[in-house]
């Protein structure tokens, strides 16, 4: 740093202000506000407090709350269970994608690549909206054509409607995450495919043994966003809940802290809900790198 | 009214405030703790004001620019909210914590304790409403009071009814049900007359309706007598009412796939698949959305339980209720009280925004004092809903935990039809719930059953 001036000690500050100022006022302050809330419980004189509102010390109090909520629990089972199946599904048709995509016999490739890439263009209310009514009755030309063929299928039942979300998100998602692989494809430089194809390596030999350890970064990291992304699921069940009976108001974590919230305006479990969320999506992302990380050579 | 059917969907982009916002919203406790009406009452303005009004009531600019061409002082200024419970009052509760917000809003009767929990609305009597309450409903009057305050100011109620399709009952040979139990009789009948058919529909994610049920049969689920809270969620009236809905389930005679008025339920209505539908009397409005149905619907009064409880009950309607942030209060008092009660202000608000029943025993509105040709040329608003209004259970209050406690009532309906437990053996435990629910919320309470 001996040689730089006072100036150019100040650019790189200067530079990433716009960015600090944000970052700070709107993801850091709320998690250390959202912290303190989920330490403090409400205390009210009166019916309904017209005698007065103070707020308290409550330790662990809202933590426990959380946990002891049967509805909460449930929802952090249902998302595991929705990563365990999804996020595995996702992850492999993408790769399967993007491989099929960037292979040499591939026809129209870019044009495949727009396609698929096109539905997370989509914001997630408006697709979900999209989806519930191809899965409600009366008006789901699926529903109506499967009920033809003699096939029963209720796509909002408590069984299924999980799985109904599932479809959306990975509908949504798939062509983003193939983008990124596809990205890790490409830069894998031509003397490498070369090197195979004068080893005598056919396309599936060259996809598995070539293609499939170099795009490996790619795949873990997709595959940690998703796994962060089902800890959120949000909008989805929110809007399958106007027509699905299965969807109660804690269907999914960050669902229940949202209704704590701004349905109970119970905000000190709301925010201990919000940190128990944050902390398992710290925990499993971590032990996720770790288990990956330690495979490499 | 209740809009809750395709434009609460839209208001799902509102309530994508995330988690962020969480923390942001929990500065209320604390920083609000005196309550506004502690404070002194707000002088009017001396220059002219502009006052907004967040509702979910389509058209009402269209109704504040009647008011608005008159009072130039005093400009109103309607903003669409979302629907209630699906965003509408996450907004205004988020905007209360924030110390911002409107003037004027849209509250349920249902919702008004909720939001006087968090010391969010003004005590009206204190801008001079005590003059005025002569103006209105005695019995709508007693559901925005406590004490000897007045929290929002009545705008329309939902004095139930029994829509239902003239055609289909016919053809079934049966006639509108004056008693429940003849109401169970008429479900057996639709169904046998067709499996895929059902009389009436049940929102399982809304169990609104129920609530209703209970009312009309007698219950008070919430007394106080000044400072504790008494919970009767197991007492004789909800049981029979329990009891009567676990009969239905048992037999399978509702349709719980959608509830009322949403996209599958008018499809189902549109093709027969649904016969009726016993709710507030703004259903008029949404029925007219029933594709190819136009004068084959009509009204009969709710049914009724033979030696016990009131004629009718009251689902959905609405408050105007000035927020406790806003800068107005006697200002918008004024045009809230012009609102409610001037006929071309209640005209134009059930015509433009479909209201409910009109507030104002003096006018119920000019469309509504004449046969409608939609309902076969029935005068039903004279027949049915006058006099539903006026048999309801008087001593009836909206609890402060209104949405938990459906939340609560969802999650019995749902577990009814998954694992068959019976309501009427959840009462008691649903009570426990509701009292631990009031008391993690810093209240005085106890249960009367449990």
């Given amino acids: 740093m001996r040689g730089l001036n006072n100036a150019q000690k100040r650019a790189p500050w200067l530079l990433l202000a716009p960015f600090l100022t944000l970052f700070l006022l709107t993801m850091v302050l709320p998690v250390i506000y959202a912290i303190g809330q989920s330490f403090t419980k409400v ?8 005698g007065g509102i103070s707020s308290s ?4 109090q809202n933590y426990e709350r959380a946990l002891a909520d049967d509805a909460f629990l449930a929802s952090v089972g249902r998302v595991l269970l929705f990563g365990i199946v999804q996020v595995p599904v996702m992850i492999l048709s993408v790769t399967v994608l993007a491989l099929l995509l960037e292979s040499a016999s591939a026809k129209w490739p870019s044009f495949f690549r727009a396609a698929y890439f096109i539905p997370y263009g989509i914001p997630g209310v408006i697709a979900s909206i999209l989806w519930s009514f191809l899965y409600l009755p009366g008006f789901s030309p699926i529903v109506a054509g499967l009920d033809k063929l003699g096939i029963g299928v209720d796509f909002l039942g408590e069984g299924t409607v999980l799985w109904s979300i599932a479809n959306i998100v990975t509908w949504t998602y798939a062509g983003y995450n193939m983008l990124i692989v596809i990205a890790q494809l490409k830069a894998i430089p031509g003397e490498v495919y070369e090197a195979a194809k004068v080893d005598g ?14 795009i490996r970064p790619a795949l873990v990291l997709t595959t940690v966003f998703s796994i962060i992304g089902t800890l959120q699921l949000f909008a989805e069940p929110q809007v399958l809940r106007t027509v699905s009976s299965a969807i109660d108001a804690k269907y999914t974590p960050n669902f229940a802290a949202y209704s704590s919230a701004f349905t109970y305006s119970d905000y000190g479990v709301a925010s201990a809900q919000a940190v128990l969320i944050a902390l398992a999506a710290f925990v499993l992302s971590f032990a996720f790198l770790r288990l990956t990380g330690r495979k490499e050579p | 009214m209740r809009a809750r059917s395709t434009v609460g969907r839209r208001s799902v982009l509102a309530a994508g405030a995330g988690l962020g916002a969480v923390g942001a919203a929990g500065c209320s406790v604390g920083s609000a703790a005196n309550s506004v009406n502690a404070e002194p009452v707000v002088p009017a303005a001396d220059g002219p004001v502009t006052l907004t009004y967040w509702a979910w009531l389509k058209g009402l600019q269209v109704v504040c620019d009647l008011w608005n061409k008159d009072n130039p002082d005093i400009q109103v200024q309607a903003a669409w909210s979302g629907s209630g419970n699906s965003g509408g009052y996450a907004k205004m509760f988020a905007a209360l914590a924030a110390g911002g917000g409107a003037d004027i809003a849209q509250v349920e009767f249902q919702m008004l304790p909720s939001f006087l929990l968090q010391n969010g609305l003004v005590d009206l009597n204190r801008y001079g409403f005590g003059d005025l309450t002569g103006d209105y409903n005695p019995n709508d009057l007693s559901r925005v009071s406590v004490g000897d305050g007045t929290f929002g100011v009545p705008q329309d109620t939902g004095p139930m009814g029994f829509f239902y399709r003239r055609d289909l009952l016919e053809e079934i040979g049966v006639n509108a049900p004056a008693t429940w139990e003849e109401w169970l009789d008429v479900a057996r009948a639709v169904k046998e007359s067709d499996p895929s058919r059902r009389l009436e529909s049940f929102n399982i994610n809304d169990p609104g309706n129920f609530t209703s049920y209970c009312m009309q049969a007698g219950a008070d689920w919430f007394t106080n007598d000044g400072e504790t809270w008494t919970v009767d969620l197991a007492g004789e009236p909800t049981r029979m009412v329990a009891d009567m809905m676990d009969t239905a389930f048992d037999e399978d005679l509702f349709n719980t796939a959608y509830g009322a008025f949403t996209s599958g339920w008018f499809a189902a209505a549109a093709n027969g698949s649904i016969a009726s539908v016993i709710t507030g009397s703004w259903g008029d409005a949404l029925l007219t959305g029933v594709g190819g149905t136009e004068g084959l619907w009509a009204v009969a009064p709710m049914p009724t339980w033979p030696d016990t409880g009131f004629g009718s009950a009251t689902l959905g309607g609405s408050t105007a209720a000035v927020l ?15 609102m409610t009660t001037a006929p071309e202000a209640i005209d134009a608000l059930i015509e433009n925004s479909g209201t409910g029943w009109s507030s104002s025993p003096d006018y119920i509105g000019r469309t509504r004092e004449e046969p409608s040709e939609f309902f076969g040329g029935q ?9 539903a209004a006026q048999a309801q259970n008087p001593d009836w209050i909206w609890s402060p935990i209104y949405l938990e406690l459906n939340d609560l009532m969802s999650n019995l309906f749902r577990k009814r039809g998954s694992s068959g437990t019976r309501l009427g053996d959840s009462l008691e435990d649903l009570e426990r719930e509701a009292v631990t629910i009031m008391s993690d919320k810093g209240l005085q309470v106890r249960g009367a059953n449990t």
């Fill in chain 2, 379 to 387: 005068n039903y608003n004279q027949e049915i809903f006058v006099p």
């Fill in chain 1, 201 to 214: 390596a056919g396309p599936l030999r060259v996809a598995l043994s070539v293609q499939l350890p170099l």
């Fill in chain 1, 57 to 60: 010390f409550a330790g662990l």
């Fill in chain 1, 43 to 50: 205390e009210r004189t009166g019916l309904f407090g017209e």
């Fill in chain 2, 324 to 338: 406790a942030t806003s800068q107005h209060p006697a200002e918008a008092l004024q045009f809230i009280h012009w």
